[in-house]
């Protein structure tokens, strides 16, 4: 874990400002935080844009797989059904603007923010992989046309596909800013 987070901050380290003041190097130790196994503002920053991707990826995703005749203007679907894919827009949409505002107002645990933000994405996009496995359900809006790929030499359905890229990518967000990944903490 450690070589990952190392790796990952040589190649996003720049000489650029600190974006947050209270994130500043505690007692003037350059890159680290204060704490064993610090983050540099670099890998912050890069754990905010990974972030970011994710919750605009998001939003769009979710606008552009369902704002269509497959989904919400789809007039085989019970008018009901198009209600509920409406609102999953609604929600993919605000929980993302909600998201974008924590990953970059100033906070004094931004940890904990970077946790909270990654973990509402994985659980959004992860609910794509519950409801695979619900009876009567597919990933497919076209059984005669599905929406796979071949991928490893697997059949892979693309918008899972894409849920797990999304879910990947929040995760990798936690571990490159050193929210997860075993660092010691302050009492």
Not at 47 to 53: I, N
Not at 105 to 124: N, Q
């Amino acid at each position: 874990m450690k070589f990952f987070r190392a790796f990952c901050c040589m190649y996003i380290h720049t000489e650029t400002p600190d974006l947050l003041p209270q994130e500043q190097t505690r007692g003037g130790r350059g890159d680290d935080d204060g704490r064993e196994g610090g983050t540099t503002m670099n890998a912050r920053l890069f754990g905010r844009l990974l972030l970011s991707l994710v919750l605009v990826g998001s939003a769009a995703a979710v606008f552009g797989f369902t704002w269509n005749e497959s989904h919400v203007f789809n007039p085989d679907w019970h008018p009901h059904a198009r209600f509920h894919a409406a609102q999953i827009m609604g929600i993919a949409a605000a929980a993302s603007a909600v998201g974008l505002w924590l990953v970059w107002r100033r906070s004094a645990e931004p940890d904990v923010v970077t946790l909270a933000v990654a973990a509402a994405a994985v659980c959004f996009w992860g609910a794509e992989f519950f409801a695979f496995f619900i009876p009567g359900t597919s990933p497919s809006p076209d059984f005669a046309d599905p929406n796979t790929f071949s991928l490893l030499g697997f059949e892979v359905y693309g918008n899972l596909f894409f849920s797990g890229v999304m879910i990947a990518l929040s995760v990798l967000a936690c571990l490159v800013t050193g929210a997860v990944g075993g660092r010691k903490r302050e009492p």
